[in-house]
């Protein structure tokens, strides 16, 4: 019987030989940089729309050895992009950056203590509020660079215009949630002077990366070396330059519809499935023992949190929430029955207000795994804000105040492999101002192991900061 290497590898040897006798393109020679994956979906079906690109008419007929046939459909990959690449005339990624330093726009990142600033083309800022009593704001702050140049896209993107081999050049990556990512890097120098480098300025490379649902935000800020940061910041903008493209999945997926008078799948390769999945089971008895003898976790070790930099970052992404109206949006939230989803990469957030912080990744094969992060007590988070400041004002001009950030605690989470103690999170609630009412993002930072810090920011949530109680609690405006 032909193992599923041998039929993937029996695919793609067919696929070029076809590919070139019609003068098309060949694919890519089979190695283990190429991830594929052989699916089995019957004849009812429609190809992916997002992620990696199909043809209806990019298909080969397979025949097994008991005479089975298969129409299978191959994805349209790596050599297509690097021809795209290659044969590129578009805007440079600086050029596709210049809207955004034209408008003067600024990010913000929420941290447990601090928050960060980066007005693009102009500088990064790093501060903390404090509210002294009958006083006004108390603001500690540090500029992490300044652009010191009047264009600060101009003198890259002269070089490579000048110099075709400059263009040709190595584009940088970093590592963000497991996958290595081209970025666009920008300097800022001439920061704050830095006591503990004999007073020399603070200075940050801005990495600007793509990613098409983004709104600019600030993914980490890292302090890579004393007073140097490395600030990632995802933006949709450069998604239109094929060398730094988001790819929305890693594995390329063969289609294989089975044709009239053939089973669903290959019989050999059923039998051989079943067999791999007998010689697991044993084991998989075990595991599930001890995972309720010991109330283990049902995630794997491996999917910890990624370290950018100093900070252990999860990830950061903005959804559109709904079309119902502010009104319905805003009772409906606060209610806990509409709850905010958001997060790229691995790991994906539902937050509930009033009810749980939830973590969770979802796979088609092996379905929904969930972690509760945290889970709502009234009576634990008035505790908790009796000791941490629940709310967070802003002084206007006129000398009145306005909140702009409520913090909640959620405790009570699943147990921490690590700390043998229940997940905590805390949740700010920060006003975002956007072009669409109802974004959101959320984001998620690990200062502490299994202790999270839950961003999530909505233009909904500048309706109602200003209803906080003394405790930060919320409720419908009147």
Known sequence: APTPRAL????????????????????????????????WPGTEFSLPTTGVLYKEDNYIIMTTVDKEKYKCILPLIASGNEEEEKDYKGPTPGELLEPLFKQSSCSYRIESYWTYEVCHGKHIRQ??????????????????????????LSEPDQEEKENPKESAKEIPTKNIEGQMTPYYPVEMGNGTPCSLRQNLPRSSTMMYICHPEAKHEILSV?????????????????????????????????FCQSLPGSPLKPHNLEQLEKQQEMMKMPFRRVKEE????????????????????????LTVGTTHISKLTDDQLIKEFLSGSYCFHGGVGWWKYEFCYGKYVHQYHEDKESGKTSVVVGTWSKEEH?????????????????GTQTVRMVSHFYGNGDVCDLTDKPRQVTVKLKCKE???PHAVTIYMLEPHSCQYVLGVESPVICKILDTADEYGLLSVPS
């Open 222 to 254: 890292a302090e890579v070396t004393t007073c140097e940061y490395e600030v990632v910041i995802l933006t949709p903008l450069l998604c239109n330059h094929p060398k730094y493209r988001f790819r929305a999945s890693p594995v390329n997926d063969i």
């Open 8 to 39: 993937l590898c029996g695919l793609l040897a067919t696929a070029a030989a076809v590919a070139a006798a019609e003068g098309g393109r060949a694919l890519p020679q089979l190695n283990d940089d190429i991830p594929f994956r052989v699916n």
């Open 434 to 436: 956007s072009d669409s």
């Open 382 to 398: 008035i505790e908790w804000s009796r000791k941490n400041a629940a709310r967070t004002y802003y002084l206007r001009e006129d």
């Open 290 to 313: 001890e995972m309720h003898s010991t109330k283990e976790e049902k995630f794997s070790s491996i999917h910890k949190p990624v370290a950018v930099g100093s900070h252990q970052l």
């Open 127 to 152: 501060y903390h509020e404090e509210k002294e009593t009958g006083q006004k704001i108390n603001i500690q702050e540090y500029y992490l660079g300044n652009m010191m140049i009047k264009n600060p």
